[in-house]
């Protein structure tokens, strides 16, 4: 046996031992984690903080959907003090944390939810403001209640309220991003949106649904995908079976105008 194969065999028995420590382990996956921007939901270190500084200071209309306890908008609103915000959350309990904010009124809160089409729909909560709260039963979890909340789409809601131009979508809907991205299909087939945020993660297995299918849903739109990291956006060419591991992360869409210009 040669110099090499031996020096490689005691290369391989040495990383095997290492790696049984449980410690180094889990280092080295949050390591790869991060270096993927995976599993991360803080946003002042997975890049979402840093994607926001960058994209929404110069924003005059943002949209924020799922927006909970109204945490990502009083960011927004630290960056752009001239901004209007339209927040969408469906849970009752949750949306009077949203109001107990107290925004300014050019931060305009609606009791609804976002999807492909206006009506109402089952809400399964798992807690008073939970960000688990969602449309679809979670597997392996046991909702507290079960409420019926009314649902809206952003076309609909942009032709009410006169908006012509989003500049800013923030989707996170625990599993129903692609269907609140059918029911914007009119502003963004006409351009009308510059930057789309939404999560992506175990979420879709409940909603039964892949990345696969937003890169599908994008693919006559003029849009490019990436994907926040801590510090960059990485562009994704085309779908690849193996982005689809149910791992958390933070996708953009962005139009190519815009793309062009800032990135």
Known sequence: MNTNRLLYRYFRKSIYRVAENGLVY?????????????????????????????????????FDAGANIGEWTRAVLALN????VHCFEPNKETFKILLANNFPERVICNNAGLGSERGEKRFYVFGGDS??????????????????????????YCSDKRISKIDFLKIDVEGGELEVLKGASEIIKNGMIDIIQFEYGGTYIDAKIFLKDIFEYFSDFGYHIYKIHPGRVELIARYDSSLDDFQYANYAVIGKDYAEKYL
């Open 81 to 84: 003090q001239g901004v209007r």
């Open 131 to 156: 960000t688990v709260n969602s449309i679809y039963p979670r597997a392996g979890m046991t909702p507290l209640r079960e409420d019926i909340v009314r649902i809206d789409t952003i076309d609909n």
């Open 26 to 62: 889990r280092v080295a996956r949050r390591l790869a984690y991060d270096h993927e921007g995976q599993n991360n939901c803080d946003i002042n270190t997975n890049g979402e903080a840093d994607f926001l500084r960058e994209h929404a200071k110069n924003c005059e209309v943002i």
